[in-house]
């Protein structure tokens, strides 16, 4: 308003013509419609006493209708306009509607002006009820199929709209009108409901017409936004977005379905209810987390992969907790019938492939053609363990990787859909994590469709113990997506939010909400028994007829199909189920790889076996060396300033054929760029690094976000090089890069904890993931994890990545010595579940890295990165340590003065990553550099048990150490001890040298950490220290 009167006061009236004129040309650029400084009252208009607050603007609205149509605006105001145009005095505008019949204009002038205050307040308090229900009218749809739960756990209904049961029943009508009136709400009374009122440009209720009656508005506000569907976006904060939702939901008539679309919903529900009662009969005892009771969720889905197909989407990745999901393996992914079945037969063997996994954890990839669009598509549903909702940001990063490999840079062809369980979807943390990806650059995968199974219960707890916001949907509110609340009890609903939820995807590429709400007709599995907990939705649920029968009933009552046709397209359906069981039996052996979610095409031979077991040097020429590390060290063409003496450094560092840390990370992201390979590193602060080593973007000093990524500048064919700093979180992150990581084997995707402490926070990633993947899913995957580690006396939290977490879950035997062939090193390699190492150089580093991607198979490798070792002098490579022919070394032997006299060595400590450099430093202050060895074992997993016995075996005469700088209960030792004795045939104890044992992994006392070191160091150098354990 205060612009209004200043703009105001600045212009002379217009004519109505005059105004209208510029009105229309502006507006035809103007869309959609924002306040634009030429749309100004003439003073005498701005004068009013009533156009404060919000009511300018609906007073604006009513003003531009009337310049362009004087006659589209009530009596009243067009008489309003024209006298304030006319330049009547402030206050002088108004008129009474009740005096306009057929006075003459001048009259008018003088006109009642608590009436037209009326008149502006009606219409004010209509535009504020249209509001109410766009953005509360959700709270009061009937949602819940069962009819007693409020979907919103609150059965108040807000006091600024008139429900639905109201409008149902005169009386309560009345009631409630009342208490608006009378609680002076909007000041409307039963007397307004017949008059029109003219509808503001943010409702589509008219339809064509621009004016209603009061009732008729409230009754159409009803019809969309208070009954099977319950609209939640009014939190959005975008203009375009809010109208366009409107649009859809309000519009008269939006909800109409062909003969042909009607029949094609019932079949889908045939179908997902059938195959339940079909697993149900002949399995009655098996758990299969059946869907009864959300048999919608499969049309559902289908019409979300129907719409995104018809909008150009070719590759739709999926993920799922357990509810259902045989179901929509069977009608959505279209997995053989028999497969499933099969899979209920106890005798049923599995092949030799892993530990597999239950049936409804396994994934499944499938490409086929989409019926109703007739183009082709790829579905996928990840395999994914029972932690509920861990695969979400797994789904993502896989998503975002097909998107990238297809150049799909909008997300227009690969989409990804998430569905959710109620309880899960509100309670776990990951979901946020996600939601918080989804729009970021290097995260975003354009929109992800998710689809809660909102059965209002979890397991037997009752929403209203399990959240504290009132839909389990609310998280999603924080990316401004919209939720679309729906009954799951009637499928047209459900079928028309999945259109709009796909459509709104393809328009707007940004996450979107399915909310069905439906309850669950068995207990959490087929097995248990919900009456323990809750009865009175459970007698409730008994009476429940099922939703295939309602609909079908329905479109039998509405002459859509007969009750024959009904009949028969059951029959159909069963005949379907019989048969594929009865070729199920043939099926004697279960094969995990024809589950699997995402096949590497050409990687393995036919038979899923790598090509060869063989593993190229490692090592790169002189001249690639050279180049890489001038890439590495140039100086780009903006402007950098406090780089320069860093990139002058690696200059200086290539010349002398010698690299750091960073180059030899560069050496070999480079290389593998060069060869093809993207490579892709994200987690928190990498592209800095946290420790300021990296530097793989650099920023112009003077221009914001004008950066420099050399790395993408190593060849003219290279692949591109994505560096990412993350949202700060692990648990997404990770489980983001694992997903990426699986969808080609011809990638280096690495993610590095800030400090590798951090990593636990992303626990269940490792833990469900990447631990255990290819013995549960039979894929594999290469995901490096680079945790920086090491006791500096920087406290508990920023010192171990806990190295005895990942090594306790390494698959080798410790007692077993494994028979020690020529292809042992790489045969390990092949059957271990993970990689572990922890390099004492960055030559070792460079290979490491390498040899992930020239390995004919995929692991996944945990690297314990260093933090002081980045800038430490001694922790250098020559370039000759990276030549062809050089390989990553497991185990770096004592090449020292030992070397010349082996006999008299009194003996040899073993040890792994920083502490080396503690350990040579000491051992020469105490002159034993002919009396003690030291071999650096730098890879602990799989154990290099040919190397250890060659070391050991080399010194007659020595006692063996192992020797660590974490705490005797961590680290290494509890892993490397027996695999140690083992190797030796127990011939010799290996002795501990290291910090004792201790509840926190570090000391935060910077004076203790020294005197911690110093012991062990002792120890490790004191010929007699375990001469009284002998
Ligand atoms: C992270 C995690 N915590 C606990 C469980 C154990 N659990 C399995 S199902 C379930 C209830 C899930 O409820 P909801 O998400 O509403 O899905 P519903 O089973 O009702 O479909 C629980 C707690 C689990 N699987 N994952």
Not at 283 to 289: A, G, Q
Not at 912 to 920: D, H, Q, S
Request: proline letters at 6%; glycine letters at 6%; aromatic letters at 8%.
């Amino acid at each position: 308003m205060h612009r209004l009167r200043t703009c105001a006061a600045r212009l002379r009236p217009l004519t109505a013509s005059q105004t209208a004129q510029n009105f229309s040309q502006q507006r035809r650029v103007a869309v959609p419609r924002t306040f634009q400084p030429f749309r100004c009252y003439t003073a005498p208009v701005a004068a009013e006493p009533f156009l404060n607050g919000t009511s300018s603007n609906y007073v604006e609205e009513m003003y531009y209708s009337w310049l362009e149509d004087p006659k589209s605006v009530h009596k009243s105001w067009d008489v309003f306009f024209r006298n304030a145009n006319a330049g009547a005095p402030p206050g002088m505008a108004h008129q009474s509607p009740l005096s306009l019949a057929g006075l003459p204009q001048a009259q008018s002038l003088a006109g009642a002006q608590p009436n037209v205050e009326k008149l502006v307040e009606d219409h004010l308090a209509v535009q504020s009820l249209i509001r109410a229900y766009q953005i509360r009218g959700h709270h009061v749809a009937q949602l819940d199929p069962l009819g007693i739960m409020d979907a919103d756990l609150d059965s108040h209904v807000p006091n600024d709209i008139i429900t639905s049961s109201d409008k149902l029943d005169l009386a309560l009508f009345k009631d409630r009108l009342s208490i608006l009136t009378v609680g002076g709400f909007y000041g409307l009374d039963e007397s307004d409901l017949d008059k029109v009122f003219r509808l503001p440009t943010t409702t589509f209720i008219g339809g064509t017409e621009t004016a209603l009656p009061l009732r008729e508005i409230i009754r159409r506000l009803e019809m969309a936004y208070c009954q099977h569907i319950g609209v939640e976006f009014m939190f959005i904060n975008d203009l375009d977005q809010c109208q366009w939702i409107r649009e859809k939901f309000e519009k008269p008539g939006v909800m109409q379905f062909t003969l042909e679309e009607k029949r094609t919903l019932l079949a889908r529900m045939v179908r997902s209810t059938r195959f339940e009662e079909f697993l149900q009969r002949k399995w009655s005892s098996e758990k299969r987390f059946g869907l009864e009771g959300c048999e919608s969720l499969i049309p559902a889905l289908k019409t979300i992969i129907d719409k995104s197909s018809e909008k150009g989407v070719e590759n739709v990745v999926m993920g799922m907790p357990h509810r259902g999901r045989l179901n929509v393996l069977a009608n959505v992914i279209r997995k053989e019938l028999e497969q499933i079945f099969c899979q209920f037969d106890s005798k049923l063997e599995a092949a030799d492939e892993g530990s597999g996994d239950v049936k409804y954890h396994l994934g499944m990839y499938h490409r086929r053609i989409n019926r109703v669009t007739d183009r082709n598509i790829t579905l996928s549903l990840m395999a994914n363990p029972s932690h509920l909702e861990a695969v979400d940001p797994v789904v993502q990063g896989k998503t975002k990787a097909e998107q990238f490999y297809c150049g799909d840079t909008e997300g227009h062809k690969v989409m990804s859909i998430l569905m959710h369980g109620d309880a899960a979807f509100a309670g776990q943390g990951v979901v946020y994590e996600t939601f918080h990806l989804s729009d970021l650059p290097s995260y975003s995968t354009h929109g992800t469709v998710h689809v809660v199974v909102n059965n209002q219960i979890g397991f037997t707890t009752d929403p209203r113990m399990a959240r504290s916001s009132p839909y389990p949907t609310d998280v999603a509110r924080v990316v401004n997506a919209p939720i679309f609340h729906v009954n799951a009890d009637d499928p047209e609903a459900v079928v028309y939010v999945c259109n709009v939820a796909a459509e709104w995807r393809a328009t707007f590429h940004k996450d979107v909400v399915v909310d069905l709400v439906c309850y669950r007709r068995l207990g959490h599995n087929e097995m248990d028994e919900p009456m323990f907990t809750q009865p009175l939705m459970y007698k409730q649920i008994k009476k429940q007829k099922g939703v295939m029968q309602k609909y079908g009933e329905k479109l039998i009552a509405e002459g859509v199909v007969t009750r024959q046709e009904y009949e028969e397209e059951i029959a159909k359906y069963d005949k379907i189920c019989e048969e594929a069981h009865v070729r199920s039996k043939d099926e004697k052996i279960l094969h995990i790889k024809h589950w699997l979610d995402s096949p590497w095409p050409g990687f393995f031979n036919l038979d899923g076996q790598p090509k060869s077991l063989t593993c190229p040097s490692t090592g790169l020429t002189e001249e690639e060396l050279t180049h890489i590390g001038q890439v590495a060290s140039s100086v780009p063409n903006i402007i950098i300033l406090c780089l320069s003496r860093i990139l002058k450094a690696r200059g200086e560092m290539i010349k002398n054929r010698t690299v750091d840390w960073a180059l030899g990370e560069y050496m070999a992201f480079g290389s593998l760029l060069k060869e093809g390979i993207h490579v892709r590193l994200s987690g928190q602060d990498v592209e800095r690094g946290t420790f300021s080593h990296r530097h793989h973007v650099l920023h112009d000093q003077n221009v914001d976000k004008r950066v420099c990524i050399p790395m993408n500048h190593v060849a003219p064919n290279q692949a591109p090089y994505t560096v990412c700093n993350s949202s700060l979180s692990e648990y997404g992150v990770l489980g983001f890069e694992l997903g990426f990581a699986m969808a080609s084997p011809n990638a280096l995707v690495l993610w590095e904890a800030q400090f590798g402490d951090f990593h636990n926070t992303a626990q269940c990633i490792i833990d469900q993931f990447i631990c255990p993947g290819q013995a549960k899913w039979v894929r594999q995957n290469g995901i490096v994890l680079l945790l920086p580690h090491g006791m500096e006396g920087m406290g508990p939290e920023h010192s171990s990545a806990r190295p005895e977490r990942f090594l306790q879950m390494c698959n080798d035997d410790p007692d077993v010595l494994p028979s020690i062939t020529e292809d042992f090193a790489i045969r390990q390699l092949h059957d271990c579940n993970w990689i572990v190492v922890n390099c004492s150089n960055p030559g070792n580093f460079f290979h490491v890295l390498r040899r992930q991607i020239l390995a004919p198979f995929r692991k996944p490798l945990i690297v314990f990165t260093p933090k002081s070792l980045l800038r430490h002098p001694e922790a250098r490579s020559n370039f000759d340590e990276m030549l062809p022919g050089t390989d990553f070394q497991r185990l770096i032997p004592d090449n020292g003065p030992v070397a010349q006299n082996p006999a008299g060595v009194k003996r040899i400590v073993f040890c792994t990553g920083k502490v080396y450099y503690e350990l040579t430093k000491e051992r020469k202050a105490h002159g034993m550099e002919d009396t003690v060895a030291i071999a650096r074992m730098e890879q602990l997993s799989p154990f290099p048990f040919d190397l250890v016995k060659a070391e050991s075996e080399k010194y007659p005469n020595a006692d063996l150490v192992w020797c660590q700088e974490e705490h005797k209960n961590q680290g290494y030792y509890d892993y490397v001890k027996p695999r140690m004795r083992t190797t030796i045939d127990r011939a010799k104890p290996v002795w501990y040298a290291g910090r004792p044992p201790a509840a926190a992994p570090a000391t935060g006392n910077k004076k203790a950490h020294l005197v911690e070191l110093k012991n062990f160091l002792d120890t490790a150098f004191d010929l007699d220290a375990f001469k009284d354990q002998m």
